[in-house]
């Protein structure tokens, strides 16, 4: 079975929401954008990765919480110093982003799961 194209997007910031489904669209993959981690929450259990940006996980303890499980596979927008988390489904850029950071980190996510 192939992995899933899906990508949810979490963060409070609708600009970085349309930057991140605009440039992964362009490389062929679908993405659901959300304002929170209750609304994003079923969509994120079945997509490749989420994208959720730091600012979520401070406000959510479900967010913060949902990044200690190891089956979940994060991508964590993080803008400053963020506690080293103990497993590899985790990654974490840190702002400001490069155009191809996002990306990278999302192929990598899309190769494991080959």
């Keep these: 079975m192939l992995p899933s194209q899906t990508i949810v997007a979490i963060a409070s910031d609708p600009a970085l929401l349309r930057s991140l489904a605009f440039a992964l669209g362009v490389e062929g993959f679908d993405v659901e ?16 990765c989420t994208i959720i940006d730091a600012e979520i996980c401070r406000r959510d303890p479900r967010a913060r919480q949902s990044l200690l499980d190891p089956a ?24 400001p982003l490069r155009g191809t950071d996002v ?11 080959r």
Excluded at 39 to 44: D, K, P, V
Excluded at 103 to 113: D, G, I, M, Q, Y
Aim: neutral net charge; charged residues 15%; contains cysteine.
């Design 33 to 48: 954008t959300y304002d929170s981690w209750q609304a994003a929450q079923l969509s994120a259990s079945r997509a490749l």
């Design 103 to 113: 990306l990278e980190t999302v192929n990598a996510f899309r190769n494991a799961a």
């Design 72 to 95: 979940n596979k994060f991508v964590l927008l993080a803008d400053g110093m963020w506690p080293c988390l103990d497993h590899a489904n985790i990654h974490v850029l840190t702002k």
